[in-house]
Protein backbone atom coordinates (compact mmCIF):
# COMPACT_ATOMS: atom_id res chain seq x y z
CA UNK A 1 0.00 0.00 0.00
CA UNK A 2 1.06 3.74 -0.73
CA UNK A 3 2.29 5.74 2.15
CA UNK A 4 -0.88 8.10 1.55
CA UNK A 5 -3.41 5.14 1.86
CA UNK A 6 -1.55 4.13 5.26
CA UNK A 7 -2.33 7.90 6.58
CA UNK A 8 -6.42 7.29 5.85
CA UNK A 9 -8.47 5.46 8.18
CA UNK A 10 -9.98 3.03 5.69
CA UNK A 11 -14.09 2.62 5.67
CA UNK A 12 -14.02 -0.75 3.76
CA UNK A 13 -13.03 -4.33 4.52
CA UNK A 14 -10.11 -6.44 4.23
CA UNK A 15 -10.86 -9.19 2.48
CA UNK A 16 -9.17 -13.15 2.44
CA UNK A 17 -9.12 -15.01 -0.19
CA UNK A 18 -8.00 -18.65 1.38
CA UNK A 19 -7.64 -22.12 -0.65
CA UNK A 20 -11.07 -20.86 -3.29
CA UNK A 21 -11.69 -23.86 -5.72
CA UNK A 22 -14.65 -23.59 -8.22
CA UNK A 23 -15.81 -26.28 -10.46
CA UNK A 24 -18.11 -25.56 -13.28
CA UNK A 25 -19.14 -29.20 -14.62
CA UNK A 26 -15.70 -31.13 -15.24
CA UNK A 27 -13.68 -27.89 -15.44
CA UNK A 28 -11.70 -26.18 -13.04
CA UNK A 29 -11.61 -22.60 -12.89
CA UNK A 30 -10.16 -21.60 -9.55
CA UNK A 31 -7.57 -23.75 -7.44
CA UNK A 32 -6.71 -23.21 -4.01
CA UNK A 33 -6.77 -19.56 -4.65
CA UNK A 34 -5.41 -17.52 -1.65
CA UNK A 35 -4.18 -13.78 -1.23
CA UNK A 36 -5.49 -10.68 1.10
CA UNK A 37 -6.86 -7.69 0.22
CA UNK A 38 -5.79 -5.06 2.52
CA UNK A 39 -8.40 -2.24 4.04
CA UNK A 40 -9.04 0.68 1.89
CA UNK A 41 -6.13 -0.54 -0.48
CA UNK A 42 -6.75 -0.21 -4.45
CA UNK A 43 -5.50 -3.81 -5.13
CA UNK A 44 -5.59 -5.01 -9.06
CA UNK A 45 -6.04 -8.42 -10.17
CA UNK A 46 -4.25 -9.15 -13.63
CA UNK A 47 -4.22 -11.97 -15.58
CA UNK A 48 -4.91 -14.00 -19.46
CA UNK A 49 -8.10 -14.09 -21.07
CA UNK A 50 -9.80 -17.35 -19.18
CA UNK A 51 -7.75 -17.44 -16.48
CA UNK A 52 -10.52 -16.86 -14.27
CA UNK A 53 -10.42 -13.27 -13.23
CA UNK A 54 -14.12 -12.60 -13.52
CA UNK A 55 -15.00 -15.83 -11.85
CA UNK A 56 -12.95 -15.13 -8.95
CA UNK A 57 -14.83 -11.42 -8.43
CA UNK A 58 -18.22 -13.51 -9.10
CA UNK A 59 -17.73 -15.80 -6.12
CA UNK A 60 -16.81 -13.06 -3.95
CA UNK A 61 -20.55 -11.01 -4.77
CA UNK A 62 -22.01 -14.37 -3.99
CA UNK A 63 -22.84 -15.60 -7.98
CA UNK A 64 -21.06 -18.53 -7.90
CA UNK A 65 -20.37 -21.59 -5.32
CA UNK A 66 -17.20 -22.27 -4.67
CA UNK A 67 -14.67 -24.69 -2.17
CA UNK A 68 -12.76 -22.53 0.69
CA UNK A 69 -13.12 -19.39 3.21
CA UNK A 70 -13.55 -16.34 1.34
CA UNK A 71 -14.12 -13.89 4.57
CA UNK A 72 -15.02 -9.56 4.63
CA UNK A 73 -14.21 -8.45 7.57
CA UNK A 74 -15.98 -5.04 7.99
CA UNK A 75 -14.94 -2.02 9.95
CA UNK A 76 -18.77 -1.55 11.47
CA UNK A 77 -22.16 -2.25 11.05
CA UNK A 78 -22.68 -0.55 7.26
CA UNK A 79 -21.23 -3.23 4.79
CA UNK A 80 -21.94 -1.48 0.94
CA UNK A 81 -20.45 -3.16 -2.02
CA UNK A 82 -20.86 -1.25 -5.02
CA UNK A 83 -20.06 -3.34 -8.73
CA UNK A 84 -18.98 -1.98 -12.26
CA UNK A 85 -19.27 -4.46 -14.68
CA UNK A 86 -17.10 -5.24 -18.06
CA UNK A 87 -20.00 -4.27 -20.33
CA UNK A 88 -23.61 -3.59 -20.66
CA UNK A 89 -25.65 -5.81 -22.88
CA UNK A 90 -29.00 -4.41 -23.35
CA UNK A 91 -31.31 -3.66 -26.60
CA UNK A 92 -29.90 -0.48 -28.39
CA UNK A 93 -33.48 0.12 -29.87
CA UNK A 94 -34.79 0.75 -26.03
CA UNK A 95 -36.15 3.88 -25.68
CA UNK A 96 -34.26 3.95 -22.00
CA UNK A 97 -32.43 7.39 -21.80
CA UNK A 98 -29.68 7.71 -18.76
CA UNK A 99 -32.20 8.89 -16.02
CA UNK A 100 -33.97 5.73 -16.61
CA UNK A 101 -30.88 3.19 -16.54
CA UNK A 102 -30.11 4.99 -13.06
CA UNK A 103 -33.61 4.75 -11.75
CA UNK A 104 -34.23 1.56 -12.18
CA UNK A 105 -30.33 0.57 -10.99
CA UNK A 106 -30.33 2.69 -8.09
CA UNK A 107 -34.12 3.18 -6.54
CA UNK A 108 -37.11 0.64 -5.83
CA UNK A 109 -39.45 2.81 -7.19
CA UNK A 110 -40.45 1.85 -10.74
CA UNK A 111 -38.13 3.55 -13.01
CA UNK A 112 -40.98 4.41 -15.56
CA UNK A 113 -42.09 6.71 -12.54
CA UNK A 114 -39.28 8.77 -12.57
CA UNK A 115 -36.54 9.45 -10.51
CA UNK A 116 -37.85 9.63 -6.63
CA UNK A 117 -36.79 13.22 -5.02
CA UNK A 118 -35.25 10.92 -2.37
CA UNK A 119 -32.37 9.22 -4.60
CA UNK A 120 -32.17 12.15 -7.36
CA UNK A 121 -29.53 13.95 -5.33
CA UNK A 122 -27.64 11.19 -5.19
CA UNK A 123 -28.09 10.43 -9.00
CA UNK A 124 -27.15 13.98 -10.19
CA UNK A 125 -24.27 14.16 -8.05
CA UNK A 126 -23.07 10.60 -9.55
CA UNK A 127 -23.59 11.87 -13.10
CA UNK A 128 -21.50 15.23 -12.47
CA UNK A 129 -18.54 13.10 -10.81
CA UNK A 130 -18.77 11.12 -14.22
CA UNK A 131 -19.27 13.79 -16.79
CA UNK A 132 -22.83 12.53 -17.62
CA UNK A 133 -24.76 15.21 -16.35
CA UNK A 134 -25.64 17.13 -19.63
CA UNK A 135 -26.31 14.08 -20.97
CA UNK A 136 -28.94 12.24 -18.71
CA UNK A 137 -31.41 12.71 -21.27
CA UNK A 138 -29.96 11.00 -23.84
CA UNK A 139 -30.89 7.28 -24.51
CA UNK A 140 -28.76 4.72 -23.32
CA UNK A 141 -28.58 3.76 -27.51
CA UNK A 142 -27.09 6.67 -28.57
CA UNK A 143 -24.36 6.83 -26.46
CA UNK A 144 -20.86 5.81 -27.30
CA UNK A 145 -19.14 2.45 -25.41
CA UNK A 146 -17.20 4.99 -23.56
CA UNK A 147 -19.92 7.18 -22.31
CA UNK A 148 -21.89 4.37 -21.25
CA UNK A 149 -19.43 3.00 -18.99
CA UNK A 150 -19.23 6.01 -17.18
CA UNK A 151 -23.10 5.54 -16.50
CA UNK A 152 -21.77 2.23 -15.58
CA UNK A 153 -19.31 3.76 -12.90
CA UNK A 154 -21.73 6.32 -11.81
CA UNK A 155 -24.34 3.51 -10.94
CA UNK A 156 -22.06 1.73 -8.65
CA UNK A 157 -21.32 5.35 -6.90
CA UNK A 158 -24.79 5.07 -5.41
CA UNK A 159 -24.79 4.19 -2.75
CA UNK A 160 -21.40 5.31 -1.70
CA UNK A 161 -19.79 2.34 -1.55
CA UNK A 162 -17.34 0.99 1.50
CA UNK A 163 -16.13 -2.10 -1.26
CA UNK A 164 -16.14 -1.49 -4.90
CA UNK A 165 -15.51 -4.41 -7.34
CA UNK A 166 -14.24 -3.32 -10.84
CA UNK A 167 -14.32 -5.27 -13.66
CA UNK A 168 -12.07 -4.02 -16.60
CA UNK A 169 -13.83 -0.02 -16.39
CA UNK A 170 -11.17 1.55 -18.23
CA UNK A 171 -12.13 -0.78 -21.32
CA UNK A 172 -14.62 1.25 -23.39
CA UNK A 173 -12.98 4.61 -22.14
CA UNK A 174 -11.58 7.03 -24.46
CA UNK A 175 -8.50 9.48 -23.19
CA UNK A 176 -10.82 11.78 -21.13
CA UNK A 177 -12.72 9.20 -19.96
CA UNK A 178 -9.87 7.45 -18.43
CA UNK A 179 -8.96 11.22 -16.56
CA UNK A 180 -12.32 10.78 -14.78
CA UNK A 181 -11.61 7.07 -14.14
CA UNK A 182 -8.25 8.04 -12.53
CA UNK A 183 -9.62 11.05 -10.06
CA UNK A 184 -12.43 8.69 -8.54
CA UNK A 185 -10.03 5.90 -8.24
CA UNK A 186 -7.85 8.59 -6.25
CA UNK A 187 -11.24 9.67 -4.12
CA UNK A 188 -12.05 5.94 -3.33
CA UNK A 189 -8.72 5.77 -1.86
CA UNK A 190 -8.86 9.14 0.17
CA UNK A 191 -12.27 8.37 1.56
CA UNK A 192 -10.54 4.79 2.52
CA UNK A 193 -12.76 2.51 0.24
CA UNK A 194 -12.00 -0.67 -0.39
CA UNK A 195 -11.22 -1.30 -4.64
CA UNK A 196 -10.40 -4.32 -5.96
CA UNK A 197 -9.80 -3.88 -9.68
CA UNK A 198 -9.61 -6.18 -12.35
CA UNK A 199 -7.83 -4.38 -14.89
CA UNK A 200 -5.45 -5.92 -18.30
CA UNK A 201 -3.62 -1.95 -18.63
CA UNK A 202 -0.85 -2.88 -16.88
CA UNK A 203 1.03 1.00 -17.32
CA UNK A 204 -2.27 1.84 -15.14
CA UNK A 205 -1.94 -1.11 -12.87
CA UNK A 206 1.48 0.35 -11.91
CA UNK A 207 0.66 3.74 -11.82
CA UNK A 208 -2.84 3.47 -9.72
CA UNK A 209 -2.45 0.27 -7.67
CA UNK A 210 -1.57 -0.73 -4.33
CA UNK A 211 -1.10 -4.07 -4.89
CA UNK A 212 -1.71 -6.41 -7.62
CA UNK A 213 -1.99 -10.57 -7.84
CA UNK A 214 -1.37 -12.37 -10.90
CA UNK A 215 -4.16 -15.06 -11.70
CA UNK A 216 -4.12 -17.87 -14.39
CA UNK A 217 -6.32 -20.21 -12.06
CA UNK A 218 -4.13 -20.12 -9.64
CA UNK A 219 -2.35 -17.25 -7.80
CA UNK A 220 1.18 -16.58 -9.78
CA UNK A 221 2.37 -13.71 -7.64
CA UNK A 222 1.07 -11.19 -5.42
CA UNK A 223 3.28 -8.14 -4.60
CA UNK A 224 3.31 -4.09 -5.03
CA UNK A 225 3.46 -3.00 -8.75
CA UNK A 226 7.05 -2.41 -8.94
CA UNK A 227 7.81 -5.99 -7.95
CA UNK A 228 5.12 -7.97 -9.61
CA UNK A 229 5.26 -6.44 -12.82
CA UNK A 230 8.63 -7.48 -13.76
CA UNK A 231 9.04 -8.92 -17.42
CA UNK A 232 9.40 -12.04 -15.67
CA UNK A 233 6.52 -12.79 -13.71
CA UNK A 234 4.49 -10.82 -16.56
CA UNK A 235 6.10 -14.02 -19.21
CA UNK A 236 5.22 -16.53 -16.95
CA UNK A 237 1.72 -15.00 -16.24
CA UNK A 238 0.82 -14.25 -20.30
CA UNK A 239 2.89 -17.12 -21.86
CA UNK A 240 0.78 -19.84 -21.09
CA UNK A 241 -3.16 -20.64 -21.53
CA UNK A 242 -5.06 -20.92 -18.50
CA UNK A 243 -4.69 -24.36 -17.34
CA UNK A 244 -8.06 -25.11 -17.07
CA UNK A 245 -8.35 -28.63 -15.62
CA UNK A 246 -10.80 -31.47 -17.23
CA UNK A 247 -11.72 -33.65 -13.59
CA UNK A 248 -11.50 -37.34 -14.41
Not at 68 to 74: D, I, K, M, P, Y
Not at 118 to 136: E, H, N, S
Not at 229 to 244: D, N, Q
Request: proline content about 6%.
Amino acid sequence: MTAAANLVTACGPRIEFAGIDLTLGRTRILEQVSFNVAAGSVHAIVGPNGGGKSSLIKTLLGQMPHQGQLTLHWPGEREVIGYVPQALEFDRGLPMTVDDFMAAMCQRRPAFLGLSRRVQPAIDAALARVGMLDKRKRRMGALSGGERQRVLLAQGLIPEPQLLVLDEPMSALDEAGIQVFEQLLQGWRQAGTTVLWIEHDLEAVMRLADRVTGLSRQVLFDAPPAQALTPERLLGLFSVHPRSESLA
